[in-house]
């Protein structure tokens, strides 16, 4: 299996070292030269598999010779070990043909938890048989943070620098990630928007003499391992609802728009899906495309879903890619000219045919709150911010005699306010975390500014090193 990068000028390169570098040289992301499949009998035979097992079948076909199926299972079967829920993915429905899919069981309590677990292990499991050691550098807004810092706090093989910005994540994001205490964890709050941190990150990539000096890789979802990594649990489900038979839909809550990105490469890979539906908070930049072809950036307004707190979602530079039929010159072109202008020219035929299958539903604070009561009052559950705008979206666009899976991102726990809000119910933090808001926390506040992202890096590379 060899990745290309969706700009075309960069080197074709192997699993393991898509996973190491992250983004590519010319600026765009890897993809897989040519899409695995699997057939009809391959996806009845995954249907008794454990979820690890799963995982570790599907993860086969996007590793190739780097990494052989009988150690992937080794691999996934320690990243799952830790999470709170047996079947580690479970489904719940909450309405006539409206299920859930939890996501958040892992020790993060978020959906990141799914890939980063997994990412942890290939990175141990890569950088050992190469004798190598790498400064995995992370943008976060909230999730991605935490989840990447757990994944690889105390590995003696990777320095974790994590940039989030200051003041616009739940304080339990933030403690998540500024109480661990490992020597190879940085924190740096950026005086900015998720926008201004994920650019900063990009701009470190995109420094090459730099990047080499201090052996930089990534684990946003510009590295194609987390994109890997979070396809099976859309396999899990579709399966679990009577695929490959029976179409499935699904309903997820996006922001960078690598998870919904993973359910439409497992329908690449064959899963029957009929449609996948993007759900917005007021930063509504991927509604306002698929609604009305207008990729334009705005402002980025906090909102009760700061996760979704986005306006230019990296990932949907894959699907661009794939849509306008792997011409990586105008994918290039395109992409150059939306930084340039904050505005995204997309063909319109690229745009209708995004639309047979993508749907878009955003919903503003009021609205989300709404829905969260709603949903408790009605059934019972309880849905943080972000999983409620997915569930919206679901209900939404749900079709007769088609299940619809809304993923549920984030446990309530994680957005207490919100809860408090919408339900008059405090939603407790599990026992691990239960003492959070007693630790000691550790970051720096840094400007929004490649030298002094730049700087800090440096200093957190020799601190580790020493």
Known sequence: MRYISTRGNAPVLSFSDVLLSGLAEDGGLYLPQT?????????????????????????ARFTGSDIDEDTLKTLCAKAYAGFDHPAIVPLTQVEDGLFVQELFHGPTLAFKDMAMQVLGQLFEYVLTQR???????????GDTGSAAIEACRGRQR??????????????????QMTTVREPNVTNLAVEGTFDDCQDLVKSLFADIPFRQEMHLSAVNSINWARIAAQIPY????????GAPEREVSFAVPTGNFGNILAAWAARKMGLPIRQLCVGSNRN?????????NDMTIKGVVPS???????????NFERLLFELLGRDATACARIMTGFRSTGHMDVPAEVWENARTLFCGLALDDAQTEAEIRTLHQRSGYMADPHSAIGIAAGRRFRQPGIPMVAEATAHPAKFPDAMVAATGIHPALPVHLADLFEREERYRTVPATEGAIKDAVRAAVLSNAG
Do not use: C
């Not at 996806?43 to 599907?58: C, D, F, H, K, V």
């Open 131 to 141: 004798d190598e050691h790498v400064t995995i550098v992370g943008a976060t807004s």
């Open 304 to 314: 009760l879903s700061p996760s979704m707190d986005i306006q230019v979602s990296s």
């Open 158 to 175: 990777l320095s974790v620098i994590i940039l989030h910005p200051k003041g616009r994540t739940s304080e339990v994001q933030r403690r």
């Open 284 to 292: 509504d930049i991927l509604t306002r495309f698929l609604n009305a």
């Open 35 to 59: 899409w695995p499949e699997f057939s009809l009998a391959d996806w009845q035979a995954m249907r008794a598999l454990p979820y690890p097992e799963l995982a570790a079948r599907i993860l």
């Open 234 to 241: 859309y396999v899990h489900a579709a399966l679990a609802l």
